[in-house]
């Protein structure tokens, strides 16, 4: 194997010189410059990351800032599983990676939390753009202080992450209208169920709902979509009420489309004369959704594949702050449609673990 040492034995040139050609330092002429390069193209010389970033001593710090979890809402838990995961196979690279949890429903918690994160003084950011105001206050402050920063799960337009790592959104919509319509007469209607918290602020959430709405205009199905939005969907008889007086008053209703990732909560406050003639569709494989569908009250998942997420954020930093480039400026996650004869093959210990 060729080396450093070989490069600029072969070049006339001191190893201290290669080396600043092959990381871009400067303080090398353009013809000398040019020379090794030629020579390290003509080796089909790459540098190791792992033993590049041990020799020159970098320390890299990526913060993440993501929301909290708990019993009744375990979707993030997969991420930060999956963050945890690349945390120990990116420590060689000599990155540390630091976890910042907010919550959800709170935009001060989220801002709070972010000012925590900066005290971290973190190389790089990745963050969960949970509120937009928010978010354009946080990004303008990661790039007055040049900080780069990564999007993940909620893919906002118009700021300048260098990367999205998720799944798109729309498609997964769609995906679910077509879906809907394995099991539906001809003319069905369909309603759509909202909370408080993802009609007014979730990108993920409005592209899923746009997605599904124009799979039926851009195939011309014969069918109505109406949106039914739940104040206060943690409130079980609330959501009872709501949700079973909506059908008895509306039995046209042939199926029922969840854009967030707790169907469990509406399969599980419908009365069983609804369940028996409704189609189900919601998003991710928590333990509850993968109950619901094993039992039939859901009829189909789609999974955003969350551990992956968090992972794959992880790394797609870590290649950027050792080799200075992004692969892509948007990782989509592949959208797996899950069934109850086929969870158990895509079921990890994602929710269990830590």
Same mark, same amino acid.
């Given at each position: 194997? $060729?080396?450093?040492?070989?490069?600029?034995?072969?070049?006339?040139?001191?190893?201290?010189?290669?080396?600043?050609?092959?990381?871009?330092?400067?303080?090398?002429?353009?013809?000398?410059?040019?020379?090794?390069?030629?020579?390290?193209?003509?080796?089909?010389?790459?540098? =190791?990351?792992?033993?590049?970033?041990?020799?020159?001593?970098?320390?890299?710090?990526?913060?993440?800032?993501?929301?909290?979890?708990?019993?009744?809402?375990?979707?993030? *838990?997969?991420?930060?599983?999956?963050?945890?995961?690349?945390?120990?196979?990116?420590?060689?690279?000599?990155?540390?990676?630091?976890?910042?949890?907010? =919550?959800?429903?709170?935009?001060?918690?989220?801002?709070?939390?972010?000012?925590?994160?900066?005290?971290?003084?973190?190389? &790089?950011?990745?963050?969960? @753009?949970?509120?937009? /105001?928010?978010?354009?206050?946080?990004?303008?402050?990661?790039?007055?202080? +040049?900080? @780069?920063?990564?999007?993940?799960?909620?893919?906002?337009?118009?700021? %300048? %992450?260098? #990367?999205?790592?998720?799944?798109?959104?729309?498609?997964?919509?769609?995906? #679910?209208?077509?879906?809907?319509?394995?099991?539906?007469? +001809?003319?069905?209607?369909?309603?759509?169920?909202?909370? !408080?918290? =993802?009609? &007014?602020?979730?990108?993920?959430?409005?592209?899923?709902?746009?997605?599904?709405? =124009?799979?039926?205009?851009?195939? /011309?199905?014969?069918?109505?979509?109406?949106?039914?939005?739940?104040?206060?969907?943690?409130?079980?008889?609330?959501?009872?009420?709501?949700?079973?007086?909506?059908?008895?008053?509306?039995?046209?209703?042939?199926?029922?489309?969840? @854009?967030?990732?707790?169907?469990?909560?509406?399969?599980?406050?419908?009365?069983?004369?609804?369940?028996?003639?409704?189609?189900?569709?919601?998003?991710?494989? &928590? @333990?509850?959704?993968?109950?619901?569908?094993?039992?039939?009250?859901?009829?189909?998942?789609?999974?955003?594949?969350?551990?992956?997420?968090?992972?794959?954020?992880?790394?797609?930093?870590?290649?950027?702050?050792?080799? *200075?480039?992004?692969?892509?400026?948007?990782?989509?996650?592949?959208?797996? $449609?899950?069934? !109850?004869?086929?969870?158990?093959?895509?079921? !990890?210990?994602?929710?269990?673990?830590?």
């Amino acid at each position: 194997m $060729i080396t450093i040492k070989d490069i600029a034995r072969e070049a006339n040139v001191s190893e201290g010189t290669v080396d600043r050609v092959i990381h871009n330092r400067g303080g090398v002429s353009k013809k000398t410059a040019t020379k090794v390069q030629q020579i390290l193209a003509h080796h089909n010389f790459t540098v =190791n990351p792992v033993a590049s970033a041990l020799a020159t001593k970098n320390k890299y710090t990526i913060a993440v800032l993501i929301p909290e979890h708990n019993q009744q809402d375990l979707f993030w *838990k997969s991420p930060y599983l999956g963050i945890l995961k690349a945390t120990s196979d990116v420590k060689n690279l000599g990155i540390q990676v630091d976890t910042f949890k907010f =919550n959800q429903y709170d935009a001060s918690s989220y801002s709070k939390t972010f000012r925590l994160l900066l005290e971290s003084k973190p190389t &790089t950011v990745i963050l969960v @753009p949970n509120f937009f /105001k928010e978010t354009t206050d946080i990004v303008n402050k990661l790039e007055d202080l +040049k900080i @780069p920063y990564l999007f993940l799960n909620v893919d906002i337009k118009g700021f %300048n %992450n260098i #990367s999205f790592v998720g799944q798109d959104s729309y498609t997964a919509g769609y995906i #679910s209208g077509k879906l809907m319509c394995f099991n539906t007469p +001809k003319y069905s209607e369909f309603l759509i169920i909202q909370s !408080k918290e =993802n009609f &007014t602020r979730n990108n993920a959430v409005s592209d899923r709902v746009e997605g599904f709405k =124009n799979y039926f205009i851009k195939n /011309k199905i014969d069918s109505k979509t109406t949106v039914l939005k739940i104040e206060n969907i943690d409130d079980t008889e609330h959501r009872k009420e709501i949700i079973n007086s909506y059908l008895e008053t509306h039995p046209e209703i042939k199926g029922i489309f969840v @854009p967030f990732s707790r169907v469990y909560m509406i399969a599980n406050c419908l009365n069983s004369k609804n369940l028996d003639k409704i189609e189900l569709i919601g998003f991710d494989n &928590t @333990p509850q959704n993968i109950d619901c569908l094993l039992n039939d009250s859901v009829s189909f998942l789609i999974s955003q594949k969350p551990f992956d997420q968090g992972y794959e954020a992880v790394k797609l930093l870590s290649d950027f702050l050792i080799q *200075k480039k992004v692969s892509n400026d948007k990782f989509y996650l592949p959208i797996d $449609i899950l069934i !109850k004869e086929n969870v158990i093959y895509n079921r !990890k210990n994602e929710f269990t673990e830590a």
